[in-house]
């Protein structure tokens, strides 16, 4: 154990995934996953403060609509939580969580809260813990909290935590449109299961990686990456709100290399050239520009910018 600090400020991504196949549900309901994950540089940022007492306290600071809990349900709260009780920490910490993911949106933006607290505590308790020790906790606070640890481009498969890295031409520029509302991971994936047996799908014990999306990315080729945007969760969240069609439509109709529901959704992505691009691509599609936002990827995991 190396020496704490009274304060530190770390930050963590967001995430698209540019691949989403989803297999079977095993006996937890988890359903087993191959994904391409892209952490962007809309983030997360978790200040920690040293606390008198043994608690761990909560603020928010939403710069996104969308209510998140401040009570021990709290992603952010449980990682604090599961850090003492695995490494013998009585300490108490002050949390304030700045937000820009949307909220529920389908871009893992409370596994980034996790990820965040998780490297601001270690170094507030002086924990100095090993990057794979983050991502094993990390796993057991939510499938998406390893690749937010992680960072970048990556494979992920399991129920997204087994995680490799994968080259990307950088940078890659997203249009993503929040459409507003929220959608339950929980209640897509039943909706997957749903279909599924309407369908009679026989579903993949592990599904395999799409192999040609990953050489699109190795080879920098933006046409063939976004010809190779896919979610497998896509009908599903459609089902659920089906209004998200006709954005989905206008922004593959305005130009974009490619769209798609971003994770469980709502939240939609669109891979576009750069900038000036996503700005003719926003325009054509007749999207409100406030429900916009122009991201890019990939980035680095939750990392510490400040500690003092
Ligand atoms: O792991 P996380 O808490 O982010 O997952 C939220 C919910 O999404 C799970 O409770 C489960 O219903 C669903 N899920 C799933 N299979 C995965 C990841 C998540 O069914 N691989």
Known sequence: MSGGARRV???AP?????????????ERGYHALATVFQALDLTETVQAHAAESREIS????SRVSGAVPVDASNLAVRAAELLRAEHGVTAGAALRITKRVPVAGGM???????????????????LDLPAERLRELGARLGADVPFALLGGTALGTGT???LVPLAAPAPLTWVLLAPGGELSTPAVFEQFDALAAQLDLALDLQPPPDEAQISALAAGDLAAIGASLANGLEAAALRLRPELAAPLRALRGAGALGALV???GPTLAALVRDREHAAEVIAASGAEADRCTVAVGPVPGARVIEAD
């Open 9 to 11: 400020v770390a930050t």
């Open 14 to 26: 967001g995430k698209v995934n540019l691949s989403l196949r989803v297999g079977a549900p095993d």
């Open 58 to 61: 909560l603020e928010i600071d």
């Open 108 to 126: 893992a933006g409370g596994s980034a809260d996790a990820a965040a607290a998780l490297v601001a505590l270690d170094r507030l308790w002086g």
């Open 160 to 162: 997204g935590a087994r």
């Open 262 to 264: 971003s994770g469980s």
